[in-house]
């Protein structure tokens, strides 16, 4: 699996904060068996963040996981540059984010995160904190490699047929 990582933070992009859930991305990627071939910060710019997204999935990239830009400031435009570069909404994904959130805290239904399909690559708003990210990509990772699969053509039926 190809994997980009696009951090969207202001203070990030301008070396005034540390960076710490691409970092946490990379290290579960990895761990489940992701090839990292991209990683960049940028500001919280749409067009700066669909231009990223354009390019990486054009490249052939097979999973492109952002993080940041997804609540409520008003300089948030992470799921609005998606939307505007997907061909198709997946909307379970950020669906079981919020759910699995919800365990945890009640601010994670504020998340305004979306995923879709632009070609053949599947993006993904993760939140912006570290500890929020991991919660998130823990949630979702055990089905990425299947959804992934079946988006390439790799996979073979998700289904038994059915006898009757």
Known sequence: ????????????????????????????????????????????????????????????????????????????WTPEATKAVIDRETPGIPEVMRRTGMEKTPTAMLSRAAAGIR?????????????????SLAAILPALPHGIEILKGAASECAKPHRG
């Open 1 to 76: 699996m190809k994997v980009g990582i696009l951090t969207v933070s202001d203070k990030g992009s301008r070396g005034e904060r540390e960076d710490r859930s691409g970092p946490a991305i990379r290290e579960m990627m990895e761990a489940a068996g992701g090839e990292i071939v991209r990683a960049k910060i940028v500001a919280d710019e749409q067009d700066e963040i669909r231009a990223t997204l354009i390019q990486w999935s054009d490249e052939g990239l097979d999973l492109i996981l952002t993080t940041g830009g997804t609540g409520f400031s008003p300089r948030d």
């Open 119 to 135: 070609k053949r690559t599947l993006i993904v708003n993760l939140p912006g904190s570290e500890k929020a990210v991991r919660e």
